[in-house]
């Protein structure tokens, strides 16, 4: 006999477990949400006193947009805590010899209670000037590109964010763009490297070296990883400013404190320190869950795994459920990509970038980084040293001063920054090597930074947590190797073919599968859950979800 009984369970308190929840309840189900931490979140988690005492630091995901995902309306995240600040800047770089670029947002927030945004002229203008700095053709191709993204490519994205996956064969919305002229775009382009499709979009090589970096930045891609369609358009709206930059206040764990709040509200239970051992299956049925203390918890209509494909269907299901092609399918799940050394620092002032003599919104722009102008590096060496030394000589670091427009998050006079750059899967250097690689690294970002802004001296640090990809690799097991994305998001482990054949919806029957492993991938706020929901709706004949 089962200990608890519940409508919904949900395997893992994450990110999309805690979106699907207040879904599921506010369609009249019972949900348990069992959670193998002490906290809720997932990635979505910050702490006080990081990462000194005073301050407050995200651990993992840093970079949310979540007031444009379905549920911050149909939630009012807002009143549940959930507030974002909307800087006008948005992403920019200093490049090693004193040049930068500063991009504005094209559609910044007009609304911040519904997360309205609307087309702005005057900041397309500023970051056309910007390009053209580099290149009047980047620049025109700016406008141009702006237009059809306007237009066309835009509603065709957010569709596809928020939709479930068509079958192979049946366009989806972002493929059925390839037969439409006016798109711009090239049927071509779906397999397309990323270094290809930065030479593809620009001329100059300080475009087509932050469109690289980009790619990395959205999803773990590196210059010969192919990106396909969804991935290309992550990257550039980042590299041209399009969508508003957003900094939540208090950090990213206000989205889960407000998404559990909405949860609990609709009646969902959460339970931390709950790990489950085992999905229950009888007669090709999910029954209900196992903890590993001997709990069973009755599922009386589904189960939901926020897991990864491995995690799910090796260690809670068994091969023993799995056929042949579904074994092929799993060893082929890979997770080689997206490995960070990331995290916060504290400071007694921020960065005051030379290059701000020219530009002056430098020193204030939410996404910043400070490169070398060596676009052959990028291409060709940045990730072979990666690979092979754990670090790139020349770094690419990506940091944000969010106590600018935060700081709630800081001692009074004092400041933070989010820094991050790539490294190796945690497999190719032991336990002892990652904290040497570590330390390396803390130490080669402070003397490499202080070749941009002269005032990053190792006396302007108060402290650090830099997190390596053993520290993530440890804390979130489907973050297998310590890389973020949960697996690989180029090529065979994107869109519809992420996960195992029908997605959401697996092969046993009740169990549905809403993590960052399936269709909609990783990062803060993208569709997974939602369009879990969308299917299991469907399913059972429940309420759809606000759009």
């Known amino acids: 006999m089962a200990d608890k009984s519940y409508d919904a369970v949900i395997i893992g308190g994450g990110h999309h477990g805690t979106i699907i929840a207040p879904y599921l309840a506010k369609a009249g189900m019972t949900v ?39 549920s911050y309306k149909e ?44 087309y702005s002229q005057k900041n397309v203008d500023k970051t056309y000037d910007q390009i053209a700095q580099f290149s009047k053709a980047d620049a025109e191709a700016y406008l141009d590109w702006t237009d059809k993204y306007k237009e066309i490519i835009r509603p065709a994205f957010s569709r596809h964010r928020f939709s479930v996956p068509t079958p192979y064969g049946t366009p989806d919305a972002l493929e059925e763009l390839m037969t439409n002229p006016a798109s711009g775009l090239d049927p071509s382009m779906q397999f397309m490297t990323a270094k290809e499709m930065a030479h593809y979009f620009f001329e100059s090589d300080e475009l087509r070296i932050l469109l690289m970096r980009g790619f990395l930045t959205s999803s773990g891609i590196y210059p010969d ?12 709206h980042l590299v041209l400013g399009w969508e508003t930059a957003a900094i939540a206040k208090g950090g990213t764990q206000s989205i889960t404190d407000a998404l559990v709040s909405a949860g609990k509200k609709l009646g969902a239970e959460y339970f931390i320190n709950s790990e489950v051992d085992k999905v229950i299956i009888e007669n090709g049925k999910a029954k209900g869950i196992k903890l590993l203390d001997g709990t069973q918890i009755e599922a009386k209509q589904m189960v939901v795994s926020d897991n990864a494909t491995p995690q799910l269907f090796l260690r809670m299901i068994g091969e023993d459920h799995l056929n042949t092609n579904m074994k092929r ?12 050394f990331w995290g916060t620092v504290a400071v007694h002032e921020l960065p005051q970038y030379t290059a701000a003599k020219n530009n002056p919104d430098i020193n204030a722009t939410p996404r910043t980084y400070w490169a070398p102008k060596d676009l052959g590096f990028m291409e060709d060496k940045y990730m072979h040293e990666i690979f092979v030394l754990g670090m790139p000589s020349k770094f690419f670091c990506l940091t944000a001063p969010d106590s600018i427009w935060d700081p709630s998050r800081v001692p009074e006079g004092k400041h933070s920054l989010h820094v ?84 959401y919806k697996t092969f046993i029957k009740g169990l549905y599968m809403c993590s960052s492993g399936v269709a909609g991938g990783p990062a803060i706020g993208r569709g997974s859950s939602y369009n879990c929901y969308t299917v299991i709706a469907k399913d059972f004949g429940l309420r759809s979800p606000d759009l």
């Open 329 to 340: 399918k799993v060893d082929t799940y890979f997770f080689d990509r997206a490995q960070l």
């Open 75 to 118: 939630f009012n995240l807002r009143d549940e805590g959930l507030e974002y600040v909307f800087p006008d800047t948005n992403e920019a770089v200093v490049f090693d010899d004193g040049t930068s670029y500063v991009a504005y947002a094209g559609w910044p927030v007009i609304n911040p209670q519904t997360g309205e945004t609307q």
């Open 420 to 503: 991050e750059d790539f490294t190796c899967p945690a497999r190719l250097f032991s336990r002892k090597e990652w904290r040497t690689l570590h330390d390396e690294f803390y130490e080669s970002m402070i003397s490499q930074w202080q070749k941009y802004a002269p005032n990053m001296t190792k006396d302007n640090f108060i402290a650090e947590r830099i997190t390596t990809p053993i520290d993530i690799q440890e804390t979130h097991l489907d973050m297998r190797e310590g890389g973020w994305s949960e697996g690989n998001c180029g090529g065979s482990q994107s869109g519809r073919f992420r996960g195992l054949p029908g997605g």
């Open 225 to 236: 990883d192919v990106p396909g369609l969804v991935y290309t358009f992550g990257a550039l």
């Open 32 to 70: 348990g949400v069992f959670e193998r931490l002490d906290h809720l979140g997932g990635g979505a988690v910050s702490f006080d006193d990081t990462p000194a005492p005073g301050f407050r630091g995200n651990f993992c995901a840093h970079f949310t947009r979540f007031y444009g995902h379905p």
